[in-house]
T-cell receptor, first 115, second 114 residues
Framework: SQKIEQNSEALNIQEGKTATLTCNYTNYSPAYLQWYRQDPGRGPVFLLLIRENEKEKRKERLKVTFDTTLKQSLFHITASQPADSATYLCALGLNPTGGGNKLTFGTGTQLKVEL | KAGVTQTPRYLIKTRGQQVTLSCSPISGHRSVSWYQQTPGQGLQFLFEYFSETQRNKGNFPGRFSGRQFSNSRSEMNVSTLELGDSALYLC?????????????FGEGSWLTVV
């Protein structure tokens, strides 16, 4: 069956450390993968997109890797801050035959950055 | 520029009733997608509209329907509401011209069915 798994437990880290979040998937062949941030009661906010032919993407303190052989993406936040505390969602982008957008989301990982 | 606007923000309905939710995408965006978010199932894709046509559909029953107008605004309708339809309904817009276009979500409509 098809599955997308993210760290099921909440992740607590200390300010200044690097947070690493994992997204593993089975029985999907995504064309791309996206990471979103979601705060309580708010809609998800797009962070990064990485395509199937890319290994790594960076944006400021964020880095994402994509290994289509391992079927895994890692999301890193360096020099983490309390303001980074949120739920982080990975989403697989599948290319439907008709084109367009159809994202399949993981269940999310709750990150808490402590002082 | 203005973001994705969803109305109403909160609503309470009774089982068996129907509900219509509205979404105004970012100006210039032609793709509007709808998602349902619940604690148990997470974020699930309902459908996507592009230029007034449904382009993709998720695995939801026919009680869930949508439409898109010529100005790209979209509505989704849920008929014969069930308790399990209680959820955050999210609308997302994008240019829709390329897979991997950045997708922008609205703040959602919280639906409670009693």
């Amino acid at each position: 069956s098809q599955k997308i798994e993210q760290n099921s437990e909440a992740l607590n880290i200390q300010e200044g450390k690097t947070a690493t979040l994992t997204c593993n998937y089975t029985n999907y062949s995504p064309a791309y993968l996206q990471w979103y941030r979601q705060d309580p009661g708010r809609g998800p906010v797009f962070l990064l997109l990485i395509r199937e032919n890319e290994k790594e993407k960076r944006k400021e303190r964020l880095k994402v890797t994509f290994d289509t052989t391992l079927k895994q993406s890692l999301f890193h936040i360096t020099a983490s801050q309390p303001a980074d505390s949120a739920t982080y969602l990975c989403a697989l982008g599948l290319n439907p035959t008709g084109g367009g957008n159809k994202l399949t989301f993981g269940t999310g990982t709750q990150l808490k950055v402590e002082l | 520029k203005a973001g994705v606007t969803q109305t109403p923000r909160y609503l309470i309905k009774t089982r068996g009733q129907q509900v219509t939710l509205s979404c105004s995408p970012i100006s210039g965006h032609r793709s509007v997608s709808w998602y349902q978010q619940t604690p148990g199932q997470g974020l699930q894709f309902l459908f996507e509209y592009f230029s007034e046509t449904q382009r993709n559909k998720g695995n939801f029953p026919g009680r869930f329907s949508g439409r898109q107008f010529s100005n790209s605004r979209s509505e989704m309708n849920v008929s014969t509401l069930e308790l399990g339809d209680s959820a955050l309904y999210l609308c997302a817009s994008s240019l829709g011209t390329d897979s991997g276009n950045t997708i922008y979500f609205g703040e959602g409509s919280w639906l409670t069915v009693v």
